[in-house]
């Protein structure tokens, strides 16, 4: 299996799989934090995951009109959402952050150029050379949203168990889960993520998935790096079908691929 590694090209695709599953997240916006103290890339997002918060992330060449036009973007947007956030920019030149431009691929698009950061710390939207109000509305996401794509973006392959007290064969469901994550083939390389179906803002997942909110058996989807779902599967599930749900057919928001273990329901 080609796991992919994390670029702003990536996070671009991650960011259109599970835009669709957006919500804001209440609260007011963060006053209390001393940019000042901030020197880096690196010091935004650390103070961002210690305060629980989103960040947005701007990477510049220069201090032009683009840049301008960006910033102001984002600050509109942040003044109007509820979701906590802070804003901070910096040179993409600065030797502290070399590491971390290499990393994301931003020393090969265009800059200025945004990333968006959740308060867990995974990446949901990655912008260059502008940024408009939808995209950025599309970077406010759900819990599970953000649980899925904190596997992903370890490089790991994401079991999502749709269950709760009123699904069953839960521990039949969630057996077959630990089975599969403990196989040879992928051990070290799988993540799992509980969401219950009665949640309202799980609703647009479940939907993706082709399963219905009122989930009566307990499923796993299984979402592989972008972000492609590889395949649902109800109740007790041998771990060999999983397996090879990984060597082809996809689904996303738009619906399954024929193909698509698991999605002929």
Same mark, same amino acid.
């Given at each position: ?6 670029? /702003? ?16 997240? %209440? ?31 701007? +990477? ?18 942040? !003044? ?8 901070? !920019? ?36 990655? +912008? ?6 939808? &995209? ?34 839960? %521990? ?60 649902? +599967?109800?109740?007790?599930?041998? %771990? ?5 749900? /990984? ?17 002929? &329901?």
């Amino acid at each position: 299996m080609n796991i992919l590694k994390v670029s /702003l090209i990536s996070i671009l695709f991650m960011l259109g799989v599970f835009s669709s599953f957006s919500c804001l997240e %209440k609260g007011k916006q963060v006053s209390d934090i001393d940019i000042k103290e901030i020197k880096s890339a690196e010091d935004a997002i650390s103070t961002a995951k210690k305060n629980k918060i989103y960040l947005f992330l701007c +990477f510049y060449e220069k201090n032009d009109e683009a840049l301008l036009s960006m910033e102001k973007e984002v600050e509109a947007f942040r !003044k109007d959402n509820p979701a906590k956030s802070f804003f901070y !920019k910096t040179p993409a030149t600065n030797t502290k952050d070399a590491e971390l431009v290499k990393k994301y691929g931003l020393d090969k698009v265009k800059l200025p150029a945004v990333l968006v950061f959740a308060p867990n710390g995974v990446i949901t939207g990655g +912008f260059p050379e502008k940024v408009t109000r939808p &995209q950025l509305e599309g970077t406010i996401a759900t819990t599970l949203d953000l649980d899925i794509m904190k596997v992903l973006q370890e490089d790991k392959i994401a079991l999502v168990l749709i269950q709760n007290g009123k699904t069953k064969s839960n %521990k039949e469901s969630t057996d077959s889960a630990e089975e599969f994550k403990n196989d040879s083939t992928v051990k070290d390389l799988v993540g799992i993520v509980i969401a219950d179906p009665s949640v309202k803002e799980n609703k647009n997942f479940l939907t993706a998935c082709k399963l219905d909110e009122k989930v009566e058996e307990a499923s796993i989807v299984v979402i592989v790096p972008p972000g492609a779902i590889a395949g649902v +599967f109800k109740g007790k599930t041998d %771990k060999s079908i999983i397996l090879n749900s /990984l060597k082809g057919g996809t689904c996303g928001p738009a619906g399954c691929d024929p193909a698509t273990p698991g999605c002929e &329901q």
